[in-house]
């Protein structure tokens, strides 16, 4: 089945990981030093009262699942893909009687999998029990949770593959990376959450992917939004999903044509 191959990446990807265990307990002990200080910070501005409706608790809960999330969707992807296409071994792809973008999407998902058990898991157990975290209010919240954070790790998928796709005519992603970044940072609330945000900030945010990527889940998890809005906040993170899935097969399709007509 079409299904097996992309999983046989899936674990290729994963077990590959497995060598590098100098780096992963760098990056284990890299994600607790990076909490502590997150939580630090967040004590001396919020201590026992509340900011914008938000508790020390909740803030804490927000950064612990923030880093699970993004453990499960960021990846260098677009600079190991600018480097295939400058040197011209992206053209072993077009070879392979697969999707290019299930490739990438598997290898990545094995490799952040990966990283999401043995550092970002870890991080929050300990956390959980030391410290506590919020729970959601009701089960549904728990449903929108997850099937935001699905739709969030697709679209950091695509606009890491958007980008990368990008060297072709760029010839460099490095610069196109860190946009991509402080976008991610800025509009996505990975560092300050939206709730902080001016009101104009926080409505561009909403028209935005960035939000979409670990925020509106993060936001549903804490119970902050009605139910009655759960649709919009879905809908959008969809379109988004589907727009920019779109955007990426129209790249690839120029690419290959341009691979063709040149390479005769």
């Known amino acids: 089945m079409i299904a097996e191959k992309y999983?046989?990446?899936?674990?290729?990807?994963?077990?590959?990981q497995i060598t590098y265990r100098l780096a992963t307990m760098m990056g284990l002990c890299g994600a607790l030093v990076s909490l502590a200080i997150q939580i630090s910070l967040w004590n001396v501005l919020i201590g026992t009262g509340t900011k914008q409706g938000t508790n020390l608790r909740e803030m804490i809960t927000y950064v612990m699942i923030n880093a699970v999330v993004m453990a499960l969707s960021k990846q260098n992807l677009a600079n190991e893909l600018g480097v295939e296409i400058r040197d011209g071994s992206v053209i072993?792809?077009?070879i392979r009687p697969l999707s290019f973008q299930l490739y990438l999407f598997s290898t990545m998902?094995?490799?952040?999998?990966?990283?999401l058990i043995v550092c970002a898991l870890p991080v929050v157990l300990i956390s959980c029990l030391f410290i506590g975290a919020a729970l959601p209010p009701s089960p549904a919240y728990v449903f929108l949770f997850l099937i935001l954070t699905v739709l969030g790790v697709c679209i950091m998928f695509q606009l890491i593959y958007i980008t990368g796709l990008l060297a072709f005519w760029t010839q460099a992603t490095w610069y196109l990376a860190f946009y991509l970044n402080a976008g991610v940072t800025f509009f996505g609330g990975t560092a300050?959450?939206?709730?902080?945000?001016?009101?104009f900030l926080r409505e561009l945010s909403v028209v935005l992917p960035f939000r979409y990527i670990t925020f509106e889940a993060i936001d549903y998890w804490l119970g902050?939004?009605?139910?009655?809005?759960?649709?919009r906040s879905i809908g959008i993170a969809a379109l988004w999903a589907m727009l920019l899935f779109g955007i990426g097969h129209i790249l690839w399709l120029r690419i290959q044509k341009n691979?063709?007509?040149n390479g005769g």
């Open 224 to 231: 902050k939004p009605p139910l009655s809005q759960a649709w």
């Open 192 to 199: 300050i959450p939206l709730w902080f945000y001016p009101p």
């Open 7 to 16: 999983l046989i990446f899936f674990k290729n990807s994963f077990k590959s």
């Open 92 to 94: 072993m792809h077009l």
């Open 259 to 261: 691979l063709t007509v």
């Open 109 to 115: 998902l094995g490799k952040n999998t990966y990283s």
